[in-house]
């Protein structure tokens, strides 16, 4: 029995939104303030737009408009939220690659200041670089990364993984999920409603068995727990004037069973589509996250050529992302609060993690009539546990195909890899996948239950709860994400 803690990753550092206020000549009426906020924001001042916005909303709520004083709040929030990840200026940003990559000379190093070879944004008058900069120089660099493994001794998932590629050793493993959100009471205010979503798995073909042991507060749960449908999900409302104690906490503990997909496609028996049915008009559309943009359109056409097999199709879109788009971390809240897609973030950019690079390569299938989706959970590979996305494709006959580009270059990581091992490693997850794997939601953008949209930035991914509390003037939704904790106990006899 193996037990494996997940903590939630630094995809979002905490930008405080208890900033100050910004000088003004203190004759501005709260609207004066709004409009002179939003001309920051519009001009890429997010700094100064927080500040006035946070004036704003103190101004409203002094002036007794509630609803007014929460929209300026949002609009702070928002800008906090994509400056959060860009702690860096150049000089720190040239430090910090300096301290985690020794072995890069003066220049090498300042190569990855310049525009386009890093994670960076304008604001205020000045250029701001994203707190994984250094990570990322790694990741795009075969040798440093498989130097930094080789000093470990492991190179993670290629060695858990290909074993059972190679002996077909695959089996059904048996999880229980813990979760638990613990929040400071005094980060909350007196009174006032908390509003809690808490993702669940969900009915897969390859995850069933789901029972919902326990959810707790039990006595503020006001719907589910749903585990079937897109969204996994149990609701929650706590009134903050009954909660007297040090902490809020809350918790679910879910059981589930989850089965490896091993596929066998025959090009020559894919069937053709129904072009006019529900999930091909849904799943070769544009969304939020998964966006079909010109550009992409005329990237997919050349990536499959003359190719009319789908399932070809899709092959070549696949091997196109692991050979061109290494591995990223990704500034997420920035990408959430500005409404930047995530497919066109990594097209533009050449970034990408395990959701800009799913999102991508099902906006490339769907620019090809592929109908192709994002699935958003957690992988939990014995001792590498952690948030995760992949994608899917859709052949008639064959049903809903798995993908995930980014588990398939850890091959490429390996240290201890033969090119054969490497090859076989990476083709395995074109329409295969493991078993360890705890889905949430089998598509990006999926909205919770009776969600309040404009309270709520992160959107795009139900990977944690969504806490808000709207009589709240600090960052509770942020705050909720980083107090969630998720651990997974294999049971499996």
Known sequence: MNIRTVQLPLLICFFSLACGGMAVSGEETPADLLRLADAAFAEERYLAAGELYLNASAAFAAAGDDEMRRDAFRKAKRAGWILGEFPLNRT?????????????????????????????????????????????????????????????????????????IKTEAWKPHTFIATGTEAIPRSALP?????QVWIPLPVETESQTNITVLSVEPAEYVVSGPVTTGNLGEVYLEIPLGEMEDEWVNISVKVAFTTSPRISAIDPDTIGAYDTGSDLYQRYTASQPSIHVSPEIEELASRIVGDETNPGLKAARIYEYIISTIPYSNVPHSYLAAAAYPESDFVHETGFGDCGTQSAYFA?????????????GGYQIVPGYAGTHFWAEYYLPGYGWQPVDVTVAEAGDWAFNATEEDRTMYKEFFLGNLDPYRCTLQTDMDENFSEEPGPDILMTLVRQNPAVICTTADSDIEMLGMLSWSLTFEDITL
Not at 363 to 375: D, F, N, S, T
């Open 92 to 164: 720190s940003a040239g430090e910090t690659i300096a301290s985690e990559i020794p072995v890069l000379t003066p220049q090498e190093r300042d190569s990855f200041l310049e525009p386009g070879e890093s994670i960076q944004i304008r604001s205020d008058g000045e250029t701001w670089y994203y707190e994984g900069i250094a990570r990322n120089i790694r990741y795009h660099n075969l040798t440093l990364i498989r130097d930094s493994l080789r000093s470990g001794g492991v190179s993670p998932f290629y060695d858990q993984i290909l074993p059972l």
């Open 190 to 194: 007196e009174s006032g409603l908390l």
């Open 363 to 375: 906006a490339l299938c769907r620019a090809e009539g592929i109908p192709a989706r994002a699935c």
